[in-house]
């Protein structure tokens, strides 16, 4: 048989040749490391999706920061709304996570936390981000927008809001949040969509309740009121 050193969690290992059988027995193919840099392995994460919503998952966190005395906390300057709240963040927390637990704007919501349905939509500049696949500590020099901040400052509603609500779009709501902070940044970038790049545009965001046309009609309806 094979002799073993400790297991390293540090190396990545591939199979090496196929089980050979002694005396009956099978034995236990030898491993080899692949001698993958930490560099390496990040490039295939950022070219693959499958890896992409895996990696989102495993460095994601689902539960309230542990109570632990050796985790680091670091104060983050976070600008939310147009408000800069000063906090501090475990480093590996999530935007979401700190957005609805921490800041208490809990109209973002957490679907599959994993980068998939779009629920946790919000805006990063001009730009959607998921933000349960996001760390808060990526994005402290940026400006963030949550649904809270959609409105205007007198509390009317913006035209994609209101669209929505003409066109019954919410069914249970709980994909809204993220379908209107799409579409907001969707009319900000491209006034008058055809509704096929409003499709494309949306097509990361998932509606358990099936309302997609509803979505797409308050878009199209949105661009003829901006
Ligand atoms: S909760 Fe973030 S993409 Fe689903
Ligand atoms: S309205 Fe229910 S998930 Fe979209």
């Known amino acids: 048989m094979t002799k073993y050193g400790p297991y390293d969690p540090t190396l990545d290992y591939a199979p090496g040749p196929a089980p050979t059988r002694k005396g009956g027995g099978v034995e236990t193919p030898s491993w080899k490391p692949l001698h993958m840099s930490r560099r390496n392995f990040l490039r295939g994460v950022v070219c693959s999706g499958v890896v992409i919503g895996g990696s989102a998952y495993l460095f994601s966190t689902t539960t309230p920061a542990r109570s632990d005395t050796r985790a680091v906390e670091r104060l983050v300057r976070l600008t939310v709304n147009g408000r800069t709240h000063s906090i501090e963040v475990p480093p590996n927390e999530t935007l979401a996570h700190t957005i609805r637990y921490r800041l208490g704007l809990t109209g973002t919501k957490i679907g599959c936390n994993q980068g998939e349905c779009g629920a946790c939509t919000v805006l990063a500049g001009d730009t959607t981000i998921y933000s349960c696949s996001t760390l808060t500590h990526r994005v402290r020099e940026v400006d963030i927008t949550t649904?809270?901040?959609?409105?205007?400052?007198?509390?009317?509603?913006?035209?994609?809001?209101?669209?929505?609500?003409?066109?019954?779009?919410?069914?249970?709501?709980?994909?809204?949040?993220?379908?209107?902070?799409?579409?907001?940044?969707?009319?900000?970038?491209?006034?008058?969509?055809?509704?096929?790049?409003?499709?494309?545009?949306?097509?990361?965001?998932?509606?358990?309740?099936?309302?997609?046309?509803?979505?797409?009609?308050?878009?199209?309806?949105?661009?003829?009121?901006?």
């Open 147 to 226: 649904v809270e901040g959609i409105a205007g400052p007198d509390g009317a509603l913006h035209p994609v809001q209101q669209a929505f609500i003409d066109e019954i779009a919410p069914q249970c709501g709980f994909c809204t949040p993220g379908q209107v902070v799409t579409a907001v940044a969707l009319l900000k970038k491209n006034p008058k969509p055809t509704i096929e790049e409003a499709r494309l545009a949306m097509s990361g965001n998932l509606c358990r309740c099936g309302a997609y046309d509803h979505y797409l009609r308050g878009i199209m309806k949105a661009a003829e009121r901006v």
